[in-house]
């Protein structure tokens, strides 16, 4: 009997637990060649990962996301396929000494060189990794990325019995400075350090136009976004008012009491959990203004698109601009435009993964989708936000 | 007639155990060039005695003490002096000597810091610690520019440029490695114990200082107060602020703790210089 009730209670530990062992391959390399746009282009060192024995020559501006579970045990194969040395530091984890990636305290990885880097995710929030060698110069250079570690629960809420959000957007900060991009081998005195673009996510200025990065919801979301910075400066994000941002986490630890603010500095290091919960529409920016801390003169500023539709009634779909006949809908979405300024529609997951975008002229649409069963939403620069339609 | 004897002698001894103690101290203004972190600056400094020393002193007292500081001038210039940005204690001419008197009621980390401009630039800012527990550890900051704090203290300038480069970056008056060799600011301890770190900014910026291998707990904060009991990796500190930080280890080794501002860990252009110590932890 007592060990029916333990394999009983074994049985219930083991299905309500989601941490696992997790490995993944990861390599450095220094030959990326970062799009600047208009054709131009700039070197840049950085992390990639991959599935072996393929290693590909491919690494990503800025490296991937990395995406744990709390308490996860995570085994990182490295290796540094480049002619410097190299490390990874787990920004914020707090790993034992071993593993925690300076080359004065742990070790270094030498090139073409490999090592295994194990650790616990001992708590949901956000953090970093970075290469901890020279870091002052291989930081511009490329070599960090964002981990999000998520609850042992739940992935839609941040940290373990806290708020749930319904979509999520992780923002990564950085700088780069030109200069030392262009002249890796003599990039001249580090304490001369200017930055010449203010970065998220590896992108600058119109490259966040694209509506990759855009926040589209509607009032019935909870939104939430993770910030980060690896810069040198101060970052600033500035939130429309009616998004009203609400501060939840820091450094990778709940804080004792939520910040209600439309305004965050993030400085080199630091993270934040934000939770978005728009009371009215919204057709704005969250404007991302980067400073220089030496002589607090702003370097630049990124602007982010925000469109919260709100709740879809039909008479407010008219203020949008269009109405949706017949949601939820199956293959087919039947779209009634009211306003001859919307041409285009475009359809979101609820991640913000661009799913189709379609022509439409005044009057009734019929866009053909292949959406598997989910919630999407739809949406045109036009439109006062974005409705939700629901596809099955 | 016992019995207003007795009530009077509770009254007389209660207002002995809530009031501090009246606590005198003394420090001296001085101002010099000197060799930080491998260049020579001008350097204004709070010092204990009246010996020029490149670091800053401190000063530990208890909760509700009164503080009666007498501040020795020994500069050619008059100095205003103020308590972390809290209150203005006054002016101290050149070459004079004046005593103020301040009453620290609260917990935690606090500075007696020059105000005006030239030995605000130049980092003069001394360390108050009141009611920390004997296991604690000081970090006082302070960044700047070789040449620029020669024109400072020349006159040839006043002001903090916008092309403002710091190439002297320090804790406690030195850089790293010297950084390790000081037992007030190299922190070493157990696991468990309740370790206390304070930490003033004396310097021109905002540094924000990354622990590798433990949070820590923002125990006080004078100008960010929202961030108390914040526990973080990376906690900011702003100019002039003063802050009181919480270690309680939980596994042992040896890490660096360093500004994550990462043109302040360099000294002259060598990486792995400037805003660094190290956190060495015992089972």
Sequence with gaps: ?392 | MNKIFLIAAFLLGWSNISKGAVIDDTLYIHRDTVTMAELLVNRCVLNPTSTFEKRNAYIDISIGDDLQLTIINTDSIAHDLGVSNIVSLGTVNASDTVTFSHTFNGFGTFGIAITSTLGYQLGAQATVRVGIPNQSFMWNLWEMNDTLSLDLGNGITSSIPTDYYPNVNTINGEAHPETVADTLGRVIGNVGDSIYISVVNSGNIVHTIHFHGYHVKIVQATQNTSVINWTKDSPVVQPRETMTLLLVPDKPGMYPVHDHNLISVLTQNSYGGGMITNITIQP
């Excluded at chain 1, 707090?94 to 070790?107: E, K, L, R």
């Excluded at chain 1, 806290?162 to 030109?178: C, D, F, I, K, V």
Aim: glycine share 8%; net charge negative.
């Design chain 1, 1 to 392: 009997m007592k060990q029916f009730v333990l394999f009983i209670a074994v049985l219930l530990v083991t299905q309500f637990s989601t941490a696992q062992q997790v490995e993944l391959w990861m390599q450095s390399r220094m030959d990326g060649e970062l799009a600047l746009g208009s054709g131009d282009t700039t070197e840049f060192w950085g992390f990639g990962l991959y599935t072996p024995p393929i290693i590909p020559k491919d690494i990503e501006f800025v490296g991937p996301v990395l995406r744990f579970v709390e308490g996860d045990s995570i085994s990182v194969h490295f290796l540094n396929n480049s002619p410097e040395d190299h490390t990874i530091h787990w920004h914020g984890l707090d790993v034992d000494q071993a593993n925690d990636g300076v080359p004065t305290t742990s070790s270094v990885v030498d090139p073409d060189s490999n090592r295994v880097y194990s650790f616990v995710a001992t708590h949901a929030g956000t953090f970093n990794y970075h290469c901890h060698v020279f870091t002052t110069f291989h930081l511009s250079m490329g070599m960090y990325g964002l981990i999000v570690v998520d609850p042992d629960t739940s992935r839609n809420t941040i940290y373990t019995g806290g708020p749930r959000y319904t979509q999520e957007h992780n923002w990564l900060a950085s700088e780069l400075n030109r200069n030392w991009n262009d002249n890796p081998i003599s990039p001249g005195l580090m304490t001369l350090y200017d930055a010449t673009h203010g970065m998220l996510n590896g992108k600058y200025g119109a490259q966040l136009q694209d509506g990759s990065h855009d926040i589209i919801g509607t009032t019935d979301d909870t939104i939430a976004v993770r910030l980060s910075s690896m810069g040198y400066g101060k970052v600033r994000f500035i939130f429309p008012p009616e998004a009203e941002a609400e501060i939840h986490m820091s450094d990778g630890r709940q804080i004792p009491s939520v910040i209600a603010t439309d305004t965050i500095d993030v400085y080199s290091g630091e993270r934040f959990t934000v939770l978005l919960k728009p009371s009215a529409a919204i057709n704005s920016t969250v404007e991302i203004v980067y400073s220089d801390v030496r002589s607090n003169e702003e370097i630049t500023t990124n602007e982010i698109p925000i469109y919260i539709g709100v709740t879809d009634l039909d008479e407010q779909n008219i203020e949008n601009g269009i109405s949706i006949l017949g949601n939820p809908f199956q293959g087919q979405l039947k779209v009634f435009v009211h306003n001859e300024a919307i041409q285009t529609l475009t359809i979101y997951s609820m991640d913000g993964k661009l799913m189709g975008s379609e022509n439409v002229t005044p009057g009734e649409n019929t866009l053909t989708t292949q959406l598997l069963s989910g919630t999407y939403l739809i949406h045109s620069p036009k439109m006062n936000g974005a409705l939700r339609v629901v596809s099955y």
